[in-house]
């Protein structure tokens, strides 16, 4: 079993930065993928961004490509994302997911693994 912890979130005005973080253990995680997704309140969840095990391939959403950057710790248990430029669309529930799996598959579905999520609210 894989834990997942996200930490991070808050309330913040629009134009500033935030950085969420996502902690795995349990089973080792280093080779799995991991991603963001986010579920604002009456919509459904969306993909943000992945990365994969060893961090060298990264994809986001169009939404939040160029604004938000995704990485791995040096342990690469640990998944951060860099949130620049925070709009009022992108306040939500950020949820941190891993699994053995494919970005297509990530990004379809998420992973086998889910985080319990950190709220992101971005005032105007």
């Known amino acids: 079993q894989v834990q997942l912890v996200e930490s991070g979130g808050g309330l913040v005005q629009a134009g500033d930065s935030l950085k969420l973080s996502c902690a795995a253990s349990g089973r080792s995680t280093i080779t799995y993928y991991m991603g963001w997704f986010r579920q604002a309140t009456g919509k459904e969840r969306e993909f943000v961004a992945s990365i994969n095990w060893s961090g060298g391939s990264t994809h986001y959403a169009d939404s939040v490509k160029g604004r938000f950057t995704i990485s791995r710790g040096k342990a690469k248990n640990t998944v951060y994302l860099q949130m620049n430029s925070l709009k009022p669309e992108d306040t939500a529930v950020y949820y941190c997911?891993?699994?053995?799996?494919?970005?297509?598959?990530?990004?379809?579905?998420?992973?086998?693994?889910w985080g319990q999520g950190t709220q992101v609210t971005v005032s105007s």
């Open positions: 997911s891993a699994g053995l799996l494919t970005q297509a598959d990530m990004r379809e579905r998420g992973g086998d693994y």
